[in-house]
């Protein structure tokens, strides 16, 4: 079981902290934060393979982070900067595998989501 917590209401330019626990060891060795804002896709914002890979969408370089998740079974996604267009349910996923050239992704079966956290963005 993946739960996610720390979204919330923030003004343009704020900060949030994302964490994502899992009831499992070693579940969240690869995962990664997909987010989906109203009447769009889900879309993989930071992710940690399978391979030790850090993926991070280019619309959040600079001002997103993902942390490894230790012992503790706790992952974090700090997101910095925040911009309007950042609104949207976020949602943690396990595991991130590469999907074909530089995408990827969870795998098309077998995958554990969280049932998201809501981050809005709003003056």
């Known amino acids: 079981q993946l739960v996610e917590s720390g979204g919330g209401v923030v003004q343009p330019g704020g900060s949030l902290t994302l964490s994502c626990r899992s009831t499992?060891?070693?579940?969240?060795?690869?995962y990664g934060w997909y987010r989906q804002a109203s009447e769009k896709e889900r879309d993989l914002v930071a992710g940690l393979s399978v391979d030790g890979i850090t993926y991070l969408a280019d619309s959040v370089k600079g001002r997103f982070t993902l942390t490894r998740a230790g012992a503790i079974n706790v992952g974090i996604l700090q997101m910095n900067d925040l911009k309007p267009e950042d609104t949207a349910m976020y949602y943690c996923?396990?595991?991130?595998?590469?999907?074909?050239?530089?995408?990827?992704?969870?795998?098309?079966?077998?995958?554990?989501w969280g049932e998201g956290t809501q981050v809005t963005v709003s003056s």
């Open positions: 996923a396990t595991p991130i595998v590469a999907r074909g050239g530089t995408t990827f992704g969870v795998p098309d079966s077998g995958a554990w």
């Open positions: 499992f060891a070693g579940a969240l060795d690869s």
